[in-house]
């Protein structure tokens, strides 16, 4: 079985590379686009909004609350085009 999937890379992975303003678990959209066999898959993740990672994480800072977002959850910050090298934050 085969996956169509839109890829995502951190700061990192793209040619400016990773910025001050740019959080730990900041994402970038891309244009990439390819199919992959099922079982490369490693794990699961979610990518949210900004403003749905926002909430989510002052809902966890409450007091009295030790939670934090998982590892495997990220925050959509722009997009970044890989033939262009070029990214645009929404932030």
Same mark, same amino acid.
């Given at each position: 079985?085969?996956?169509? @999937?839109?890829?995502? *890379?951190? %700061?990192? +992975? #793209?040619? %400016?590379?990773?910025? %001050?303003? !740019?959080?730990?678990?900041?994402? *970038? ?7 992959? !066999? ?7 993740? +979610? @990518? ?13 800072? #409450?007091?009295?609350?030790? #939670? ?11 997009? *970044? !085009? %890989?033939?262009? +090298?070029?990214?645009?934050? +929404?932030?």
């Amino acid at each position: 079985m085969v996956v169509r @999937v839109k890829w995502f *890379y951190h %700061p990192e +992975e #793209t040619k %400016p590379g990773r910025r %001050p303003s !740019d959080g730990k678990q900041s994402l *970038y959209r891309s244009t990439h686009v390819d199919e992959n !066999d099922v079982q490369t898959i490693s794990h699961k993740c +979610e @990518v949210l909004t900004p403003e749905e990672f926002k909430r989510r994480s002052q809902t966890l800072d #409450t007091p009295g609350t030790r #939670t934090s977002l998982s590892d495997r959850v990220f925050c959509c910050i722009g997009s *970044y !085009d %890989p033939n262009n +090298e070029t990214l645009q934050t +929404e932030l």
